[in-house]
């Protein structure tokens, strides 16, 4: 098969793209699940953007940079911010009905943000704007669909001379390996959330694109700095239910067994300082007790209306969010770093593009400000797009292609065995607090073995495919927390 361009993933990053590359040539997009199934759909926040007269470019540059510890590309950020309100009309363009009031768009607050700026639709802005981007790609003569088609690795041409050149990916698809040949391949399969025990994120989300791109040798940057979310729901539910930032910008107060708020005196925000900072608060109360969200100041009729999916979802397990207090952890949510790209979202690989929790853009820094990740995936696609030329010519080649195991094999079982006990070396390891010694003398060796068991299988499928990524992407941030020895932002190393 051949097309101009080849999206792999489809979140809001990769569906943006396909509908602005649309206009240009021949979109195939590759979806290792559904459509509609990515990270985007789990963001209950909304989108940040300077939206407001009394708010400015440089309050939200600013708040970005802070949040990030001052590790972020300036320019990237101010970038992003410049081209924020545009990404947020683009999406009203497009359908998204965002929340209104007497004719203006609702403005809400979360972590880390100095000013309401945070555009909404009700609890689940996500799932909406997934949504709407999922029917006008399919509205799109220009645009195929291949669902339920695993990535497995990209494919590349290497002249005398001259760089490696991606022209395209092979993937699985039912019990076939398929060639996918293509001008331009964009990585946009979101973050790395499975790698660890306790998640927010998706099945999914199992750092596919990380872990192809570094094989084809990308350049990987700042994947240390994961980002935990610090109000997980702590129920036993896999992934975590996320108790959106906004609960907590609408008024909601951290509070531990005895029920004292103990943000007071840890940060100038309180409950809405960056989520590092609570994160690694909560971590320490978590030592002596449970911590909890207090928001029953509001009615039930509110809830009903500003937080309709968490309400519905606490609802059905027993909790009512006007009467009882509501059970939160921290989780791992997104990762600040990825394949390093420049402002096109060109990686170092030519012709392979990422953008989206895939990418390094160096906007996040240290750790990410709240509600700027859909801003990103916007922004970056919209760059991104505008620099494609497609009909380029591909010199026809002839690749391997591996043996496909069926989902029962004793090597399906391994891998499956396998993927849990990365899944416990991350979260004990690779945590919200870090030791770096056990980290060389224990995570690293445990995880190379892991990896040497999983290369020694011959043949693959796409749970063995995918728990190969896992061990190769998982050692990556593993020698990456290992060489920064000192705290930063979401790195936080124990004394």
């Excluded at 607090?433 to 190379?448: Q, S, T």
């Excluded at 693959?460 to 930063?488: D, V």
Aim: proline share 2%; aromatic share 6%; hydrophobic share 40%.
């Amino acid at each position: 098969m051949q097309t101009n361009f080849l999206v792999i993933g489809s979140g809001i990053a990769g569906l943006n793209f396909a509908l602005q590359a649309g206009k240009k040539g021949k979109v195939t997009i590759v979806t290792k699940k559904k459509l509609i199934d990515s990270n985007t759909n789990f963001a209950q926040g909304g989108i940040a953007a300077v939206l407001d007269q009394t708010d400015n470019f440089e309050k939200h540059v600013e708040d970005t940079l802070k949040a990030g510890s001052y590790h972020n590309n300036k320019k990237a950020v101010e970038f992003m911010i410049k081209n924020s309100a545009d990404a947020i009309y683009r999406l009203i363009d497009l359908g998204v009905e965002f929340e209104k009031e007497n004719g203006k768009l609702s403005l809400t607050k979360e972590g880390g943000h100095s000013h309401r700026r945070i555009a909404f639709v009700g609890d689940y802005t996500g799932k909406e704007i997934e949504r709407i981007l999922v029917k006008r790609v399919k509205e799109h003569p220009n645009i195929t669909i291949l669902e339920d088609a695993f990535a497995l690795k990209l494919l590349i041409q290497k002249k005398i001379l001259s760089k490696k050149t991606c022209i395209g990916a092979q993937i699985i698809r039912g019990s076939k390996i398929e060639n996918i040949l293509a001008d331009q391949t964009i990585l946009s399969t979101g973050g790395v959330g499975q790698l660890f025990l306790q998640t927010t994120n998706p099945n999914i989300a199992t750092s596919d694109g990380i872990a192809m791109a570094s094989q084809i040798g990308c350049s990987i940057k700042d994947i240390e700095f994961i980002q935990f979310h610090p109000t997980a729901l702590n129920k036993n539910t896999f992934p975590k239910f996320l108790i959106s930032e906004t609960v907590r910008g609408e008024g909601a107060k951290l509070v531990n067994e005895k029920g004292e708020r103990f943000m007071e005196n840890i940060h100038p925000l309180k409950e809405l300082a960056p989520r590092d900072v609570v994160a690694q608060a909560i971590y320490q109360q978590q030592k002596t007790g449970q911590v909890f969200l207090d928001i029953r100041h509001k009615s039930r009729e509110y809830f009903k209306k500003r937080f309709p999916q968490i309400y519905e979802k606490l609802k059905k397990l027993k909790i009512d969010m006007s009467k009882d207090l509501i059970p939160v952890t921290p989780a791992a949510h997104y990762e600040c770093g990825g394949v390093e790209v420049d402002l096109n979202g060109q990686t170092s690989v030519k012709n392979l593009f990422a953008f989206g929790e895939v990418s390094y853009t160096g906007v996040h820094g240290a750790n990410r400000l709240a509600s700027n990740s859909l801003l990103e995936a916007l922004v970056f696609s919209n760059q991104v797009a505008k620099n494609l030329v497609p009909h380029q010519k591909i010199k026809q080649t002839k690749f391997d292609a591996p043996k496909i195991l069926r989902k029962n094999t004793k090597e399906t079982l391994l891998a499956e065995k396998l993927k849990k006990e990365i899944k416990n070396i991350m979260w004990e390891y690779a945590g919200i607090v870090r030791n770096l010694k056990r980290i060389k003398k224990e995570a690293i060796p445990k995880m190379e073995h892991i990896l040497k068991e999983l290369k020694k299988i011959s043949g693959t499928n796409q749970k063995i495919a995918e728990t190969l990524n896992m061990a190769i992407t998982s050692l990556l941030i593993l020698k990456a927390a290992y060489k920064r020895k000192k705290s930063l932002g979401c790195h936080f190393v124990e004394k």
